[in-house]
């Protein structure tokens, strides 16, 4: 093995130092992966060869790095290793489940009528269905969520950071907190103890399951990401900034809408997108409160309406797993535009000095 050999500089300790050839990291893991892969079938385990690959790869590593290049450079080579294989591990069950779910749902997707048909007639071999009432009843829920979340949570972010100062912001901040975490199960349980109280009081029927109840079990987890999103990008914004305005002779409230907001506006815009990302996936509260249907519902304010999750979890359920696929695979894509549309608004409205 050739090594290369580099002067230090002058000034900075003696003799040469010496490398270890661009070629040795390859060689490495080549040489590991057939090691890996004989383990592998002689063993008849996977998990043997991944183990014999690591061992013989950090063997190789830590033996050259340290015998050639010395304990400084052998030390990092060795920590670079470990990092780049911790994030190759990270990476590899996150491809494996976007390969997984494409092959098994790329062609249920694609058919006829999955976008426009429902699942009424279902039992009938002949019959074309669909997630098309699934895909309305999350698109009316989730947009009747952000309705609702979206305000509540940048007001609350607001108080809290340019007037909350006192007792009161400490209790909102500390229920904000524990919304957080709740689990989802019981934001559905929340909404549908409330919401039969709210029909019978508005409408004289306590009605148990539709959209509503379920835009509401929604709300209850998405508010506190909203708050805490946004309250760090308007606790981002410089000071200078807010008193140069008050030096105007502006006032706080126009100080909050002019400069502030407008300020956090790409951080606070991106944020929301990626809270809709979060509960847009969201099964076991729309389970409780906005129940199955198989027929289009429009009016979110009566009778019970499909999502995407819980038509995933139903059609798997019930042995029709390409179905169940095709919905996950559609999932997936949403989540997906919905992140990338955060990150071009993040970048597309940021200061000109960040972008």
């Known amino acids: 093995m050739s090594v290369a050999e580099v002067k230090s500089p002058q000034g900075i300790g003696s003799g040469t130092q010496k490398y270890l050839p661009k070629w040795f990291t390859p060689a490495a893991i080549a040489v590991s992966l057939v090691v890996g892969v004989v383990v592998a079938q002689m063993a008849g385990s996977g998990i043997g060869g991944v183990l014999a690959f690591l061992a013989v790869y950090f063997v190789l590593v830590i033996g050259f790095g340290y015998g050639v290049e010395g304990r400084r450079y052998g030390a990092d080579r060795m920590m670079t290793s470990v990092i780049t294989g911790t994030f190759i591990a990270a990476v590899v069950p996150l491809v494996s489940l976007l390969w997984t779910v494409i092959v098994h749902g790329w062609t249920r997707m694609t058919a006829t009528g999955f976008f426009t ?108 990401i909203v708050v805490r999103n946004t309250e760090e990008m308007l606790r981002l914004v410089p000071n200078e900034l807010r008193e140069a305005s008050y030096a105007l002779g502006v006032t706080k409230a126009g100080t909050i809408v002019r400069v502030v907001l407008r300020t956090a506006v790409s951080g606070i815009v991106s944020g929301v997108f990626i809270a809709v990302a979060r509960v847009i996936g969201e099964s076991a509260p729309l389970m409780i409160t906005a129940g199955t249907t198989d027929y289009y ?23 029709n797993s390409e179905a169940a696929w095709g919905g996950a695979l559609l999932l997936i894509l949403i989540v997906l535009i919905l992140n990338l549309l955060a990150r071009w608004i993040a970048k597309r409205f940021a200061p000109a000095g960040e972008k």
Do not use: C
């Not at 698109?139 to 979340?149: C, F, K, N, S, V």
């Not at 809290?160 to 559905?188: C, H, K, N, Q």
């Not at 979110?300 to 042995?319: E, R, S």
């Open 117 to 224: 048909a429902t699942t009424a007639g279902q039992s009938d071999p002949n019959a074309i269905t669909g997630a098309g009432h699934a895909i309305v009843g999350t698109l009316l829920i989730t947009t009747t969520t952000a309705l609702i979340a979206v305000p509540l949570g940048i007001l609350t972010a607001v108080y809290l950071v340019e007037y909350g100062r006192g007792p009161i912001a400490r209790v909102i901040t500390f229920m904000v907190d524990i919304m957080t975490g709740i689990p989802s199960i019981v934001a559905g349980l929340f909404a549908a103890a409330m919401i039969p109280m709210i029909n019978q009081a508005l409408f004289g029927q306590a009605q148990f399951k539709n959209g509503f109840a379920g835009a509401i079990a929604l709300v209850v987890l998405m508010t506190p």
């Open 297 to 319: 519902n429009y009016n979110i304010f009566q009778d019970q309406m499909y999502t995407l999750p819980v038509y995933v979890y139903n059609q798997y359920t019930a042995g």
